[in-house]
Nanobody, 115 residues
Framework: QVRLVESGGGLVQPGGSLRLSCAAS????????MGWYRQAPGKEREWVAR???????NYADSVKGRFSIARNNAKNTVVLQMNSLKPDDTAVYYC?????????WGQGTQVTVSS
């Protein structure tokens, strides 16, 4: 099973930036995607962004133009750069790995946007 370790997150003021990282180990499939979901208090988990093994990226409409996802193949790391953060971006962010029916999740990291 792929293991995912997240880092980053924290408290930031509205309009600020944060960078989340997700390091993956034991990747054995050549076709996969990695990305991020988030879950705010009292809300369902929401997909945020993804990057595929062919470097295709996709974003939720709510973050398009503000968030950017990238992958470092040599380090098996995915980075989510979050700019122009809003209070509505406050949530626990979860990194994920998916290949067919195989899914793995990170432990989650808190992002709080507040003045």
């Amino acid at each position: 099973q792929v293991r995912l370790v997240e880092s980053g997150g924290g408290l930031v003021q509205p309009g600020g930036s944060l960078r989340l990282s997700c390091a993956a180990s034991d990747i054995i499939f050549t076709i996969f995607e990695m990305g991020w979901y988030r879950q705010a208090p009292g809300k369902e988990r929401e997909w945020v962004a993804r990057i595929t093994s062919t470097a295709t990226t996709n974003y939720a409409d709510s973050v398009k133009g503000r968030f950017s996802i990238a992958r470092n193949n040599a380090k098996n790391t995915v980075v989510l750069q979050m700019n122009s953060l809003k209070p509505d971006d406050t949530a626990v962010y979860y990194c994920y790995y998916s290949s067919g029916d195989v899914w793995s999740w990170g432990q989650g990291t808190q992002v709080t946007v507040s003045s």
